[in-house]
C-alpha cells in the first residue's frame, strides 16, 4: 500500500456559542448570564465581546458572563445587546436581546422550600412510528473501496492529518488534534482531550479516555466517545452516536437531526435488560428529559432491579423533546 504524508490542514472552523439569557430583572435582584462556548480546533483560545453592555452590569472576556444588581437608577430596558465569542480567526454571536429592568420588589423567599420532584416526561413518538418501535443501526462502513491513504500515529503534540484517500489515523496520550481529510477514515484519538475531526467522507471517529472534541463533517459517520465528558458534533449526513456503557461519563451531542440515532446495543446487551423486547426496553428503560431548550436522554441503570436510578448519558444540546422519538434510537 502507497503510504502518503501530507501537510496539516490549516482549516480553522468557528466556535459554536448557545444559551439562552435572561430578559427581565426587578430592581435590586442579581443578575446573571454565562454562555456555552466550544472550539473544535484544539489550542484556541476563546475571548468573548458585548455589544451595548447595561451601564450596570459587569462583563468578564474569559468566561462570557454578564452579570451585576441593577438599582432603581437602572430601571428601563437595554435593547441590542449582543454577546460575541472569537477563536483564533472566527466570530459567532448569539441573537441580540433586550434585558429590562423592573421596579419590582423581588418576592421574600421563605427559609424552607419543600421538594420539588419533577415530573417524568415520557419519551415523544413520531406520529408515523408503532409506539416504542426502534432506529436500524448503520452498515459498517467501507474502509477499502476508495484510494490507499496513510497509516500513522501521532508524535506528542503533533497536528495529524489525513490525504484525501482512505486513512486511518491514531493519537498519543497527550491532547492530539487529527484532521481526516477527504475519503472514508478511521480517526482513533489517544488517552489525551484530544479534537479529532473525519472530514468528507463517511467516518469512524473515536474517543477514547480525556474529554475529547469529536466531529464528524461530511458523509454519514459513527462517533463513539469512550470515556469522560466528550463533545461530539456529526456534521452533514446521518451520522451515529455510540455509547458502549453506563458509566462513561455525560456526553453533549451538536446539531443533533432528526436522521440521526444513538446506538445504545453495547448497552441493552447486559443482562439487567434481558427481560424484553427491543421496543419495550425503550419504553422502561429510556427517558427523555425536557432542560431548557435541550434534551437530556437517560436510561435506568439496573433495569429490571426493583430500582428507578436514571443517569444520564447524553445532552442534545438546544434539540427539543419533540424532535426525538424511539426511531432515533437502536436498541438491538
Known amino acids: ?5 501530507v501537510a496539516a490542514n490549516s482549516t480553522n472552523d468557528a466556535p459554536t456559542i448557545s444559551g439562552t439569557p435572561g430578559v427581565a430583572i426587578a430592581k435590586d435582584s442579581p443578575y446573571s448570564f454565562t454562555p456555552s462556548a466550544v472550539d473544535v480546533d484544539l489550542g484556541d483560545t476563546l475571548i468573548f465581546s458585548i455589544a451595548n453592555q447595561p ?16 438599582t432603581t437608577a437602572n430601571v428601563g430596558t437595554t435593547s441590542g445587546i449582543v454577546i460575541s465569542v472569537t477563536g483564533s480567526i472566527a466570530t459567532t454571536a448569539l441573537s441580540p436581546f433586550a434585558l429590562d429592568v423592573t421596579s419590582t420588589t423581588p418576592p421574600v423567599i421563605p427559609p ?14 413520531p406520529s408515523d412510528a408503532p409506539l416504542g418501535a426502534s432506529g436500524t443501526a448503520f452498515s459498517p462502513i467501507d474502509f477499502s473501496s476508495g484510494k490507499d491513504g496513510v497509516n500513522r500515529t501521532a508524535k506528542p503534540g503533533e497536528v495529524l492529518s489525513g490525504s484525501a484517500g482512505d486513512d486511518v489515523l491514531k493519537g498519543k496520550g497527550s491532547s492530539d488534534r487529527i484532521n481526516g481529510g477527504g475519503g472514508n477514515d478511521i480517526v482513533k484519538s489517544g488517552g489525551g482531550n484530544d479534537a479529532s475531526k473525519g472530514g468528507g467522507g463517511s467516518d469512524l471517529v473515536q474517543g477514547d479516555g480525556g474529554n475529547d472534541t469529536l466531529l464528524g463533517n461530511g ?4 462517533l463513539v466517545g ?6 461530539l458534533k456529526g456534521g452533514g449526513g446521518r451520522d451515529m452516536f455510540v455509547f458502549k456503557g453506563l458509566n ?3 456526553d453533549k451531542i451538536l446539531g443533533f ?8 446495543r453495547s448497552i441493552f ?12 426496553r425503550f419504553l422502561k428503560y429510556v427517558q427523555l428529559t425536557q432542560v431548557g431548550a435541550s434534551t437530556e436522554v437517560k436510561v435506568d441503570m439496573d433495569g429490571i432491579g426493583a430500582g428507578k436510578t436514571f443517569t444520564t448519558l447524553a445532552t442534545l444540546s438546544n434539540t427539543g423533546i419533540g424532535a426525538v422519538g424511539s426511531r432515533n434510537f437502536v436498541i438491538s
Open 55 to 70: 451601564t450596570w452590569a459587569n462583563f468578564n472576556p474569559t468566561t462570557g458572563q454578564l452579570s451585576g444588581t441593577p
Open 269 to 280: 446487551a447486559q443482562p439487567q435488560f434481558a427481560d424484553a423486547k427491543s421496543e419495550t
Open 112 to 125: 424552607v422550600v419543600p421538594p420539588v420532584v419533577p415530573p417524568v416526561v415520557p419519551p415523544v413518538v
Open 219 to 222: 458523509g454519514d459517520d459513527i
Open 248 to 250: 462513561e461519563g455525560k
Open 226 to 231: 469512550g470515556t469522560g465528558f466528550d463533545t
Open 1 to 5: 500500500m502507497a503510504i502518503t504524508i
Open 257 to 264: 437531526s432528526s436522521e440521526d440515532i444513538i446506538d445504545l
